[in-house]
């Protein structure tokens, strides 16, 4: 994995939803249906009554190399061929889906794609008259054969343009109408499911002389997916593979969390412990990307991309260090983002903190809180990760990632690279008399019956958006329950970190992060083999 | 001088009745930015930090005069008809703040954009400053943080990334080097500015004597500044950093992509690139004041 479709937010579909696209918009695909077990690609071979093709359906390049492309000349040989396919590993994915089509008598293969040409800021519809694989070295050995076009966003592709485009890579005659009418077919799905690129290759002349999209690419705008429910699309980016267990519960946190941005992918499949690999979780896009370049040039592996930004909330902070902690064999925990952010850095600091704490963070830690008070971000780390087994270390503006990334190496040199285990997750235990509200994404449940021995009162005045206040000496809500759940409450855990480590321990703010607790179970049995009795204490 | 903003500039805020239009607002007009209209259909006759609320950008125009400037703080989804509107009320220079606009609304944005002679900043941008004479945006955060940060001078500064314009902006400062406007392109694949039309007006402006600039791997802004500097069309000294040196090569998300970009959009075609035509392209961002101060000495002389 790399991050490079940073710049690239678009959610990929599988071929078969793809085709499927086309085949409403009127462009000819191969008949066929995607089936999950051998018995049904019997049936879809049976009811079509010819020789068919069968393709995972995997998001790999180069299929028919790597043995995921088989054909089958009856129903019985149909449902062999996808019995050998099924469940079968590549790149370490395996294929739970196959397409069967019919199989054409294939003529010649050309390439048609629409793309977003940033430097004219518009569409523009690409045709090269050879096609098939290999096709970005077929286009640079016959530049005469390929042909491009901007398109007239507020126009669409005219059918003119696009018979003008194929004129000048040598198409004529019928198939330049059969041709152009399928171009211009596949610039209005491109619209109108806001795909950021959309291809078609190989587009094929049959032997009776039809054209038929046998293959297709189809990348939807992550940022326009909101408009398109039809595709049912998980998670709104793309990933050059199925996302992650791991992915799919970040992204269940962002989903519900629109305060900031969350962005967690996983880069490295399975840790091990001989791996130099760190949790890394940074803060906007070129600060990230700057400060992952340092901690790649120390000679670290990074576990994973994370972007906590745009002021995100302590809690959202709070779950990506928890999801972040939940990769076994990490070796260090490097957070670092522009260095100069707008956003109040304390916020970030106490979401650490509070997750660092519970964790008992068992690996250094390296925070780079650069930005608008970073004096109390670097102070609040400092002060209230004393008491933790590893050594968290703060630093601000002036202190540039190289120079952080090289004390991240210190660290784990030092600490003679202790792999991060990750530890059990349970529900907290609230008494019963406990005082309890809902925040926006948890809950927040105060034991008062402990605010008797406290001298200070010092949540109320910790609590930044002043919604708690003082009734008979114990903190009670000054808003409405409904108003606390509705956001006055920031879930900014300052009232909880006070009364933690200078008062009585009374406050405890449940965050869940639905599917992590049973996630960190089933990879400690499958890492350690046996059940860990430990659960964690709160 | 400064590029696209200054304290005469006036400002019309769309979307500033929202949690992010007015704390916005209140930063640009402590800053200085000469917001004259707010616009929030449906809650026009009101005011928003003294600054008078209306309906629509055409009223704003009528009864305030002539806009300069629109920034835009809509939702994402609502941030085409904003710009549209703006542009066709004939407003020539936006700012769009908001993340996550379909890129299809973008393109729409910009066409009309080239039809009208308007151009935009933008989407999913922190903005700009042009220090001492006013932000448009969100950069800074605060009124005193953006003075505090960002000082006038001779350093034209522009950014693919939010957090690193005002990083090296910072850094520059401290340093006691000045900018003359600072600006984030926005982190988009596709925007309105990118880094060869902001070179292009840096090129222009007087104030503006070399420029620093932060680039990432993707897009073809970068090669395509080391075009105009080939093509005589930028000449003064440039620091660039290129961001994404560690990332593997090779995804792809489309073949047609590739077909139409070649090699460029990677890191080394980047920095090859700039290299070739003169850039200086320095491997960490505490290198860019050191550098400059040296070719600011070289230009004195």
């Known amino acids: 994995m790399d991050y490079y479709e940073r710049t690239a937010e678009v959610s990929r579909l599988y071929e078969y939803q793809g085709k499927k696209i086309l085949r409403e918009a009127g462009i000819c695909v191969p008949e066929g249906e995607v089936v999950s077990t051998p018995e049904e690609a019997r049936d879809v071979a049976e009811r079509l009554g010819r020789p068919v093709v069968l393709k995972i359906q995997v998001w790999v390049t180069g299929r028919a190399g790597l043995g995921g492309i088989e054909f089958a000349d009856s129903p019985q040989e149909a449902e062999e061929k996808a019995r050998k396919l099924l469940g079968k590993k590549i790149k370490n994915y395996e294929v739970e889906k196959v397409l069967v089509e019919e199989k054409l008598a294939i003529r010649s293969e050309y390439f048609a794609g629409l793309v977003i040409d940033d430097a004219q800021k518009s569409p523009l519809m690409i045709f090269s008259s050879v096609g098939g694989t290999g096709i970005e070295e077929i286009a640079q050995a016959h530049p005469e054969k390929v042909a491009q076009i901007p ?31 399928a171009l211009t077919k596949l610039y209005k ?8 690129s959309a291809e078609i290759n190989p587009m094929v002349l049959t032997e009776n002389g039809e054209v038929y999209a046998t293959d297709c690419h189809i990348a939807i705008d992550d940022y326009a997916v909101f408009r398109h429910p039809e595709l049912g699309i998980e998670i709104a980016r793309e990933f050059d593979r199925p996302p992650s267990e791991l992915e799919k519960i970040a992204y269940r946190v962002e989903e519900k969390d629109h305060r900031g941005t969350f962005y967690f992918l996983q880069m490295t499949d399975e840790i091990l412990k001989e791996d130099r690999c760190i949790g890394f979780n940074g803060a906007g896009g070129g600060g990230s990307m700057m400060s992952m370049d340092a901690v790649l040039n120390m000679g670290f592996q990074l576990a994973n991309y994370c972007d906590t930004s745009g002021n995100p909330s302590a809690s959202k902070v709070y779950r990506a260090a928890k999801i972040i902690l939940s990769q076994p064999n990490i070796k260090g925990y490097f957070a670092s983002g522009s260095g100069v952010a707008s956003q109040e850095q304390y916020h970030s600091a106490r979401g650490l903190v509070k997750a660092f704490y519970e964790e008992k963070l068992d690996i250094p830690g390296v925070i780079r809180l650069g930005g608008n008070y970073e004096e109390k971000a670097i102070e609040i780390l400092a002060a209230y990760l004393k008491d933790i087994p590893s050594e968290v270390e703060g630093y601000g503006r002036d202190d540039s990632p190289e120079f952080c990334a090289r004390r991240m190496k210190e660290l784990i040199d030092k600490n003679g690279s202790i792999s991060h285990e990750i530890r059990p997750i349970s529900d907290p235990e609230v008494s019963e008399d406990a005082y309890v509200f809902e925040t926006s994404t948890g809950r927040i449940a105060i034991d008062q019956s402990r605010c008797v021995s406290c001298a200070s009162k010092g949540c109320v005045d910790a609590c930044a958006p002043e919604i708690l206040k003082l009734v008979d000496d114990k903190p009670v809500l000054a808003v409405t329950e409904e108003d606390a759940r509705k956001g006055k409450c920031t879930e900014c855990l300052a009232c909880e970190i006070f009364c933690q480590f200078h008062e009585q321990n009374a406050i405890y703010i449940h965050l869940p992060i639905p599917g992590l607790m049973e996630y960190r179970d089933r990879m400690i049995e499958r890492t350690s083999g046996i059940r860990q009795p430990e659960k964690e204490n709160k | 001088m400064a590029i696209l903003v200054d304290e005469k500039s006036r400002v019309v805020v769309q979307g500033i009745t929202g949690r992010e239009g007015m704390v916005r607002t209140r930063l640009m007009k402590d800053y200085g930015t000469h917001v004259v209209a707010g616009v929030t259909p449906g809650k026009g006759g009101g005011e928003v930090f003294g600054v008078p609320v209306y309906d629509t950008v055409e009223e704003a125009w009528e009864k305030c005069g002539p806009i300069d400037i629109s920034v835009i703080f809509v939702p994402a989804a609502l941030v085409k008809n904003a710009a549209l509107e703006a542009i066709d009320a004939g407003v020539k220079f936006l700012t769009i703040v908001p993340d996550r606009v379909p890129i299809f609304d973008v393109l729409e944005v910009a066409r009309l954009a080239k039809d009208r002679g308007a151009v935009f900043v933008g ?36 950014s693919r990334s939010g957090g690193m314009t005002s990083a090296i902006s910072y850094y520059l400062t401290e340093a006691g080097l000045g900018q003359s406007t600072i600006i984030h392109v926005g982190g988009d694949a596709v925007v309105g500015l990118s880094h060869p039309e902001v070179m292009e007006l840096f090129e222009k402006d007087e ?11 993707g897009t073809t802004q970068e090669e395509r500044v080391a075009d105009l500097i080939e093509e005589g069309k930028f000449t003064k000294p440039l620091i660039a950093y290129v961001g994404g040196k560690a990332a593997k090569s090779g995804t792809r998300f489309s073949h047609a992509g590739a077909i139409v970009e070649g090699t460029r959009g990677s890191y080394k075609s980047k ?31």
């Open chain 2, 123 to 158: 989407p999913n941008t922190l903005g700009l400053v042009s220090p001492g004479k006013a932000v448009l945006g969100m950069i800074g955060g605060r009124a005193e943080r953006a003075r505090e940060w960002f000082r006038p001078g001779e350093i034209g500064v522009s």
């Open chain 2, 207 to 217: 104030q503006t004597r070399l420029v620093a600039m932060f680039g990432e791997i």
């Open chain 1, 151 to 181: 398109v007239d966003i507020f126009k669409g592709l005219r059918d003119y343009e696009a018979r003008n485009l194929l004129r000048r890579t040598g198409i004529s005659g019928k198939l330049l109408l059969k041709i152009s009418d």
């Open chain 2, 271 to 301: 920095v090859q690139r700039l290299k070739d035509v003169g850039v200086h392209v320095v491997e960490s961002i505490s290198e860019i004041p050191k550098v400059a101060l040296e070719l600011k000495e070289s230009i004195r002389r």
């Open chain 1, 189 to 196: 799905v491109a619209r109108q499911y806001d795909a950021r």
